[in-house]
């Protein structure tokens, strides 16, 4: 899959398409976002499992458990539910911090289809003292277009077997 | 404490005083009269499959190991050593022959017996009694219908008069269909900053929130009615529902539509033809009523003090309580093992959509509950008291169903139910002072014949 | 606990015992016999504007709602649901109609009236009496002169009676000016790992920290003279200032000298014209002696327990315990309406550069208080005493000021006031077991008739 | 104000000198670091309000408190502070960490001076095991001189209502 | 030492250098992380000190007490212990991500051969809700050669003089 | 207390209940009936050089400064100003001409005499005692062969009584060369999530792990027989190795074979011919058994309560508990003065690597201790035992040393006793209640006559 590295001209493409990435998220401009993405966007994180490195058996998790398994329609449905102004606890809104390092970027068999690497951290202030800081790597295929890379496939690997905060009302 | 426990709780006007969601005494009360004394859900047989199949659980705050025997029976353990007290697993699933300690080496076999020690001869000079140092068993465990229960206490009833009446309405998910349930997909485990009893309170009777805590999540996933609740808490339709409790401190939400149950599935269709095609023939297993009207429905079951299940949304979950003001929730997707492999994976992610780390709906009551268990913890807040007193005229019994039965999802009686039972679970000293409520059920036993 | 609390404090001699900054029941009964008793500052009138305006606050770990009613007065109420007590309120101001519980939907007017209540016919048959699930309200609420404050004691004395004395030295700011004073900007809100006693006591009294703890501070702001203290504490002249207290555990700390207030102005100039500009007005309010030698001055005012307000630096402060060793520390800019907008820029930008989060004043401040806290920890250091006993000589009645007075801002008196006030409130079981020092003030008064 | 991406040459060059920037800083190289700023410096940093989203009113809040509201003047004020010697706080060190993510920069409207978007995370060590971080997003203007890259104007927002350590006697 | 910026091709090669040796890091390749290394490779890292800044003697500390000081030799002794399959501690794997930031790179006296500084954090999540992180600052020196960027030598600055975590069994 | 104190340890089954590693009422009582009362390592006499020279470290979780003196001798005080409590000193170690608070300047002079005050003729009147506010110093400080101890109990037997006959095993370290021993590097410290004990527990008898939680290390480093213990716990040769105990509290562990200190060590040539060069310079000082048998034997010495070192591995470490739950760990390299400087290096570096933050053996143990802690908290697991049952039928007086000895390193002999002498302090009213078990030394000092 790895196709080798990129030439600089894309490899910094990619860096500033991940930071304003990052940065709209941050700011909940979930439309410009959205032109961000393919329309047939995969968008994945699934629950880890911390189980021996000798249990290679799956027969005891023949399915994985997804955090996000979404599509457009389902991505489509988080921003929606923000919208409807119903959501109350992201109101006031809890400042957040998408916080993107570590990115590395390959060509792979398919032209002008890039694979890049990338760690984020969220950071959340909620209210009065309490902070929330959650980190995971992310595996991502973005596709060259006219207008621009758009997000084909996130694979996101959280880094928590047990999640602490009460809530994920964001994108990773 | 007997006495000033009394003042704790009020049954009759649905009262309850603030500071048992913060006081540290009456959390370790709990931990010795709940959750050292109830059956405790450990794990699906699903989960423990082969013969040294085990999961990583918790009983209140003690960890527990709870492995397939060799003969297909199912032990539990304190995860921990009995030389020097480390933890024997650190894994949270899988499969082994033995636990092996990390710490000097000891070795116990699959049923808990200290099988192997290191330098016995030459160290231990052959002296050491292995049979007195197998790992430390729960006192009683037991499964019902796939579901492995455990307690601490000898002394405690045998879990099929635990659940008592409440076995009527396991059935109606355990039971429907032939091959039973499985769990699918692995736990979602999250960590809230919440007093445990404010999580089970909710899901065991508060059908009063749904319409305006989640009515952002239901704007954008409701496909059907389910009792006349709709968005802004405007209205609600109780004839088509009741709450149930009165069972041992179990309690249960229903809708009696037979398909409310995938109310929150943007695209029910395959649900639902699942489970027309499946109907008849959970009627011959539960007879009409259940089949009819319950079978599909949205239904909230819990599991006093600490399993909730819910058919038709799918999930099932369990809390551990971490302290005063933390738990731990641990949700599984539940489904019926005949169904077909589209649907399960379909019911898995809607699981994890709505009831996930993610989840449309588990996002909005985290932070509700949190407030609640922070506002319980001031000087003059913890002397503040809190209500269930909605619909204290309801609660009758029916011909057609056990229990205590008040109309519709919108009704505070199965809150009440569970803190009376909170109640008697703290000041009894023993489980012969706790009441049993199976009676009912014997009565009708009796009618029947 | 009164006779073990005694030997905590010894007055004449000066000294505490170093477990009252650390030890858990103490602040336990801190929180009831002091943050339960007395009277709290809640909010400036000017935060509350038009009716509907709100903030969010704390009285001692208690959170608090503070709201401007439509017939403009003030209300207080526990931030909290008589339901299922959530948080009512998640933001820290604003303005409402109503207060709507996130989690079921009750909503309150601004009276704290429960006003509606979603599906009450459905759900609560109209059985449920809204008339007694209002919003918890404060026992007292009062105001004086533009500061809004409240007790949870229904027994406790007016609020002119408690601040008694006192208000002769707040109208130093309070009433200099005709259109009186006004925050501007927002808290800048601050947690630090401190008792909040060892805050307090250092604002009441503690001039003696200035030029030391503060050396590097106050050699590139310092652009005039106050009273004396100099870098390095290689000098002070006590000549020109007073320490006060004996005021119902209020204190003040304050120069003569009608300018000093600006001392830590690198430009004061448009400072010092605003003073002399208005200084006969001044005088036409408060008389030749508070109107020459105080109005200007550097002063710190401290109302028991835990607001204290800094004429001159133009500070105000608040702290809200969150622990026997942590607190919140609010701070705004304070200043009179008349202020010209380019000297309230001013002050604002030197009130964030001195006592702000990055501050040059309180940066010096947090390391040593949490020192002070952390060494009352252990085993050993907590059986230690710490001393304030400095001028153990001073402390006489003045005529031209109320109040018990000893020379200089660098004097320990007013900190063994403090804590014996602290002692006092500690100890009594109610507000009658509390000494009142107004009778100085009720003299006074008579010689006047 | 955003004038589109700049080149790669001058996008690198600000990575580089923001990096240097959190290297000088974390040093407490305060010389060297007052040569990268223009002699008319803004340096700001506000107080964050929890206020719901519909609340657009200033009426409550017509001024903005400010935690920097820095020229030079004052800057040279904090660091003349440090080197007084007498900030006893900060002897022995607080080992601290600027540590710069999200890196965007923008062409203005102005010639040779650019926009560059950055998160900092500040990490310090202080006595034995306590440990402080903070989060902020930095706005910046950046003017090319014939001397190097030098800040004009930095906006940072801070992500906490309430900020958790005792001091800031650091610049972000 | 520093000869100045290299250009933006070497800067950009080290920084995706730095960003794949964190990610094999992370991943516990050591086999592919050991190519990336010099065999007379030096990794450093000192006990952090709290000292009051006048303190300049060395005659209470003349000598540095190391928490890595190791050469190919030891660094491999490191990899085999892991390789017994006997580091109970490690298994199950806490999952580890290696966060690099604040990359600089100069040109050193010798040809091809650059320095480079960087920030590093690691993010560990231990058994069910305990997390661990530490902070660091690292200066590395990597030689070009035929087979690409070898790590020469490293000297990391940890940011804690109390560690808080019970044990390193990772390389930073 | 005493009484259900009984029930907690059993020294003649070696159990020991758990909650002892979790209750905080009897982590408060450790703090005083041990940490404030026992002898505690301070400081090595090469940390402090020239006058002026401190140290910051801890005796229990209070703070202290141990200062080299004018005189040359050693004084150790409370870290904190006797005015308000601030910290005095923020670095770790360096070299004052006098201590100054930070907060208002008093100014300490070495000896802890409070040698000037600011403003102490303008605010003090020239009427503080200076005489009454020194710096608060240990009640007894000594030391012995270059290991400065103190206590905060003046009725504490002597030093040398404490130590009793576990001088005689800490020569072989401190005496062995005429120059002695010196610490080398700083202090390595780590944060443990552990319970105290279980750290000492497991270096003063615990070489049954080492085969076992150590085998992945073992298998990269060992480059000679460890008194035949082997990985993966399969084989020990205990003949030639002992574990001694009966020492008031203290325990050696020791191999016979005057070598096996550099067992860990890849290349232990150049340490080897340390050995043999210098081996009759030790047999000349210690004495043939000593000098052949036990110099240069890995060697395991615990002083109780929290002082352990190890010739051989060459490291030196002391414990500083921060909660029932957590302490805070500090080692050092420690070698002879005379070791040529190559050695020293290599030594230091093995040290680091082997047991440092990143060291290959420690970071085996760090997992196994703290999950025996957590495993003592649930509501049952606190009840539950843990166990040092290992050859109870151990322990006799040997002629060639004191103590009670029995065979080999893979031996809990030592354990039992800790937690013997554990009860006893835990037990004891003050130190008269505190049996001493000198007096085999006494009778042997007889027969030598
Ligand atoms: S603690 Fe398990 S073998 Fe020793
Ligand atoms: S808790 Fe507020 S409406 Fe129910
Ligand atoms: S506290 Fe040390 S001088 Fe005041
Ligand atoms: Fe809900
Ligand atoms: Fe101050
Ligand atoms: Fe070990």
């Known amino acids: 899959m790895n196709g080798g590295q990129v030439s600089n001209d894309i490899y910094l493409d990619l860096q500033r398409q991940l930071y304003l990435e990052a940065r709209l998220l941050s700011a909940e401009q979930y439309d410009d976002w959205l032109t961000l993405l393919c329309d047939d966007i995969q968008y994945e994180m699934e629950v880890p499992q911390r189980r021996f490195r000798e249990d290679k058996s799956q027969s005891r998790a023949p399915v994985q458990t997804p955090i996000f398994n979404d599509d457009m329609a389902s991505i489509l449905m988080r921003i929606n539910r923000f919208k409807t102004g119903f959501v109350w606890s992201e109101n006031p809104i809890n400042a957040i911090r998408h916080i993107v390092s570590n990115i590395e970027v390959f060509h792979t068999d398919i032209p002008e289809q890039y694979l890049a690497y990338s760690v984020i951290e969220v950071h959340r202030s909620r209210l009065d003292s309490e902070r929330k800081r959650l980190t995971a790597g992310r595996r991502d295929l973005w596709n060259k277009t006219e207008t621009g890379y758009k997000l084909l496939k996130r694979t996101a690997t959280l880094d928590d077997s047990v999640v602490l905060d009460s809530n994920i009302n964001y994108f990773f | 404490m007997k006495q000033n426990l009394d003042d704790l709780i009020d049954f009759k006007t649905g009262r309850q005083k603030r500071l048992i969601y913060s006081d540290p005494d009456i959390y370790q009360q709990e931990l010795k009269n709940i959750f050292a004394r109830c059956w405790l859900f450990l794990a699906h047989d699903c989960q423990l499959k082969e013969p040294g199949d085990f999961i990583r659980t ?365 109640l008697e679970m703290m000041s009894a000293d023993n489980w012969s002072d706790v009441p049993s409520y199976n009676n009912l059920q014997e009565a009708r036993a009796t009618e029947a014949k």
């Not at chain 2, 736990?187 to 065991?204: Q, R």
């Not at chain 2, 009696?256 to 008849?280: H, M, T």
């Not at chain 2, 009409?288 to 949304?313: A, C, H, K």
């Open chain 2, 58 to 422: 918790f009983m209140g705050e003690d960890e527990v190991l709870v492995v397939r025997q060799q003969d297909n029976s199912v032990k539990a353990f304190l995860n921990t050593c009995t030389h020097r007290g480390n933890r024997l697993c650190k894994a949270d699933h899988g499969n082994s022959k033995t636990f092996v300690c990390n710490y000097h080496g000891w070795s116990f076999s699959l049923d808990g017996q200290l099988s192997s020690v290191p330098l016995e001869e030459a160290a231990y000079h052959n002296k050491l009694d292995k049979s007195k140092f197998g790992m430390t068993e729960v006192a009683q465990i037991a499964s019902y219908k796939g579901l492995i229960f455990a307690t601490f206490d000898k002394s405690a009833p045998s879990l099929e008069d635990y659940l008592g009446e409440m076995k009527w309405y396991l059935d109606i998910w355990l039971d429907a269909m032939p091959e039973g349930t499985e769990l699918i997909g692995t736990a979602m485990k999250v960590e809230l900053p919440v007093n445990w009893k404010l999580a089970v309170e909710n899901v065991s009777g508060d059908g009063y929130h749904l319409g305006w805590a989640h009515a952002g999540a239901m704007t954008v996933t409701t496909s059907m009615d389910l009792s006349g609740l709709s968005v802004g808490n405007s209205d609600v339709n109780n004839a088509e529902a009741v709450s149930v409790a009165g069972l041992n401190g179990h309690t249960v939400l229903a809708a009696l539509d037979g398909l409310s149950g995938y109310a929150f599935y943007p695209e029910p269709e395959i649900a639902v033809d699942y489970l027309q095609k499946n109907r008849p023939t959970v009627i011959d297993r539960l007879g009409d009523y259940r089949g009819e009207n319950m079978w599909g429905s949205q239904i909230n079951l819990t599991v006093f003090p600490n399993l909730q299940m819910l058919p038709g949304l799918n999930w099932f979950r369990i809390y551990h309580p971490k302290g005063p003001g933390k738990f731990e929730m641990w949700t599984w997707a539940m489904v019926d093992k005949e169904m077909p492999d589209e649907l399960k994976q379909k019911i898995l992610n809607n699981v994890s959509r709505t009831f996930g780390p993610a989840g449309l709906f588990d996002n909005d009551d985290g932070d509700n509950l949190q407030a609640a268990t922070e506002q319980s913890r001031g000087w003059v807040s913890r002397q503040m008291d809190v209500y269930t007193n909605m619909a204290l005229d309801g609660g009758h019994s029916r011909e057609e169903m056990p229990g205590v039965v008040s109309e519709g999802l919108v009704c505070e009686q199965n809150q009440r139910y569970v803190y009376r039972r909170w």
